[in-house]
């Protein structure tokens, strides 16, 4: 598989997980969620969840399975968060490696073609779903109102890279991110 097909998204949001609605994931036949926690369910300095991202939760949850895979190797953090949320997880999981997303799936006894890799980098995230052939989806990284985006430099620079290598990600969504002023 060529790296612009590794790095494609399936879909691209333009905008944070709260706007993945139950209606897109019925509408992909989507039975599971791995979902990326650092910058795609919290701001990466958080430990605490959102009301607006506990509610999704607890719609979401209604049709379909959920798990967090975190590369973040602070087990204390995303256990925290996982609890506040009661979805299981896996810390430390080394995406682009995909060892960890394939226990997630497994444990939730779902064909790897209905579950989607949910998360806000390419060269982790979409990279390590589309590599054990998940559905993948890339959302914009969700914040404080005011809070600074460390990432968001690594993040153009995936976006650029991605489409140099011939990933077709919409520009929409390129211009979404802070510092972007196409």
């Given at each position: 598989?060529?790296?612009?097909?590794?790095?494609?998204?399936?879909?691209?949001?333009?905008?944070?997980?709260?706007?993945?609605?139950?209606?897109?994931?019925?509408?992909?036949?989507?039975?599971?969620?791995?979902?990326?926690?650092?910058?795609?369910?919290?701001?990466?300095?958080?430990?605490?969840?959102?009301?607006?991202?506990?509610?999704?939760?607890?719609?979401?949850?209604?049709?379909?399975?959920?798990?967090?895979?975190?590369?973040?190797?602070?087990?204390?953090?995303?256990?925290?968060?996982?609890?506040?949320?009661?979805?299981?997880?896996?810390?430390?999981?080394?995406?682009?490696?995909?060892?960890?997303?394939?226990?997630?799936?497994?444990?939730?006894?779902?064909?790897?073609?209905?579950?989607?890799?949910?998360?806000?980098?390419?060269?982790?995230?979409?990279?390590?779903?589309?590599?054990?052939?998940?559905?993948?989806?890339?959302?914009?990284p969700i914040s404080n109102i005011g809070?600074?985006?460390?990432?968001?430099?690594?993040?153009?620079?995936?976006?650029?890279?991605?489409?140099?290598?011939?990933?077709?990600?919409?520009?929409?969504?390129?211009?979404?991110?802070?510092?972007?002023?196409?």
């Open positions: 598989m060529s790296w612009g097909k590794l790095l494609q998204p399936n879909l691209v949001l333009g905008n944070s997980i709260l706007s993945l609605t139950s209606g897109i994931i019925q509408k992909n036949q989507i039975k599971g969620l791995v979902l990326d926690v650092d910058d795609t369910l919290v701001p990466i300095r958080d430990s605490n969840t959102s009301p607006e991202l506990s509610e999704w939760v607890e719609e979401i949850r209604t049709i379909t399975s959920l798990w967090l895979v975190s590369n973040n190797l602070s087990q204390y953090r995303i256990s925290r968060i996982a609890e506040s949320l009661n979805i299981p997880y896996i810390a430390g999981a080394g995406k682009p490696s995909r060892r960890k997303l394939k226990k997630a799936v497994d444990a939730m006894n779902l064909p790897v073609e209905q579950v989607a890799m949910v998360g806000d980098r390419l060269f982790t995230d979409v990279l390590a779903g589309n590599r054990l052939g998940m559905f993948t989806i890339l959302v914009e809070s600074e985006f460390p990432n968001y430099g690594v993040r153009s620079f995936e976006i650029r890279v991605s489409q140099l290598l011939g990933a077709s990600l919409s520009m929409s969504a390129y211009r979404l991110m802070p510092g972007n002023k196409k």
